[in-house]
């Protein structure tokens, strides 16, 4: 870590010394945005964004067909 005015190192932290958490943590971002794996993490975030429009919508007609729910 570098101090943001002068340069100077404030701490000197190593990738072994970060607990697994935080090393997750780390990861999600840059998968998220899709600057790790390029394209196929791009393609497997546009897919699971379709399933999981498609099966939310699901649920809703079938609690709405079993009378669970109101109809909006």
Do not use: C, E
Not at 25 to 44: E, Q, S, V
């Amino acid at each position: 870590m570098l101090w943001q005015h002068d340069g100077t190192i404030l701490a000197d932290l190593r990738w072994n010394m970060v607990s697994l958490p935080a090393k997750a943590a780390l990861y999600f971002y840059p998968i998220h945005t899709g600057a790790i794996y390029g394209w196929p993490t791009k393609i497997i975030a546009v897919l699971i964004l379709i399933g999981m429009s498609i099966s939310g919508r699901a649920l809703v007609v079938v609690a709405q067909t079993q009378g669970q729910i109101a109809y909006a």
